[in-house]
């Protein structure tokens, strides 16, 4: 009879209850003994991670979040410590590029127990795709066709003559092109579509590889309670598990980039806008501002040295009243050449 019903116990209890109906039936100095062995353990696991794993190395500390990221080199740790082998299944997958990735990489990792040949005892899993926001776009900027130059090609002022010009002061070439120039304003800008996919497939494998590595490696030793994998690539198109705000900037479509900052001093270059001419635009009256006391403005000359407009000077160097607005050279008005 009590040989009929433990049969029927069996066959009743459900899968996931067999470990607690185990427990429950367990001796209680065999679970004491198991009891004391597992704290142990978890002592044990705090004194590799003080001892033997460096932050920024093998694990790291990632703002906003309550435990540390466990990283490829810390997962090599955990697993030699535990006498754990990792092997790596690879699936590639490829798709159209239009309605699913053009490369896709999900990777199996087993940890065995002593060498490959030893029992597994974890398994992981990692994946990454050429739809990745760091994969799937490249930053266009336009490049000069005269030097080959490429970011540092900005919009002309208007007061000279607009166009656009070759930053020369960032390693230009100073060459200008005019208004609706082709070979400028056709150049595509901001994020585009990479045109090379498959040259990601060697780097979708190694990433889908540590990411199912560490995966394994904090369920085979039992160390989530230490790290976490959440944000392990630092960028919120990587992340599994980001915030909310991370993963919808990361859904976002495609922004297109500011232009490169832009020197006031650059000839040709755009200024910002005079508050006093945009309330003027506006018809509002400007909030009175308090009075300072400046050195009288003289009349304008040009610089002697570099031949720019000048002004009055706001910190007057050696008696000098004026400065210029390019090389910032102080000079007194008729000064020669």
């Not at 266009?140 to 166009?163: F, H, L, N, S, T």
């Not at 960032?170 to 045109?195: R, S």
Request: hydrophobic share 30%; charged share 30%.
């Amino acid at each position: 009879m009590s040989e009929t019903m433990t049969r029927i116990e069996q066959a009743v209890v459900p899968r996931e209850q067999a470990g607690m109906l185990a427990m429950a039936t367990m001796p209680e100095g065999e679970f004491e003994q198991r009891l004391v062995a597992l704290k142990r353990g978890q002592d044990r696991i705090k004194r590799i991670k003080q001892e033997l794993m460096e932050e920024d190395a093998h694990y790291g500390v990632i703002p906003g979040t309550k435990k540390p990221t466990l990283l490829k080199p810390g997962a090599e740790v955990l697993c030699s410590i535990y006498g754990l082998r990792p092997d790596f299944i690879p699936t590639l997958e490829t798709g159209d590029g239009v309605t699913a990735p053009t490369l896709r990489v999900t990777m199996r990792c087993e940890l065995h127990l002593g060498d490959i040949a030893g029992p597994v005892v974890a398994v992981g899993y990692g994946s990454a795709n050429s739809w990745e926001r760091k994969h799937r776009y490249r930053r266009g900027e336009r490049a000069c066709p005269a030097c080959g130059v490429v970011g540092q090609v900005i919009k002309g002022k208007e007061e000279y003559g607009g166009g656009w010009i070759c930053w020369q002061k960032k390693g230009g070439c100073g060459a200008k092109f005019p208004d609706g120039a082709p070979e400028i304003e056709a150049q595509q800008v901001g994020d585009i579509e990479n045109p090379d996919p498959y040259d990601l497939e060697n780097t979708l494998v190694k990433m889908a590889k540590k990411r199912a590595h560490i995966d394994a490696a904090l369920t085979g030793t039992a160390s989530s309670d230490l790290f976490t994998q959440d944000l392990e690539e630092q960028g919120p198109g990587e992340k599994d598990h980001a915030p909310k705000s991370a993963r919808l900037a990361a859904s976002a479509p495609p922004r297109q980039e500011a232009p490169p900052p832009q020197d006031p001093d650059e000839e040709g270059a755009e200024r910002e806008p005079d508050p006093e001419e945009v309330y003027a635009r506006h018809g509002v009256e400007p909030p009175r501002r308090a009075q300072v006391s400046r050195p009288p403005a003289g009349p304008k000359a040009p610089c002697p040295v570099c031949g720019k407009p000048a002004g009055p000077s706001k910190f007057p160097k050696a008696g000098k009243t004026h400065y210029c607005y390019g090389c910032q050279h102080p000079f007194e008005p008729g000064a020669g050449r």
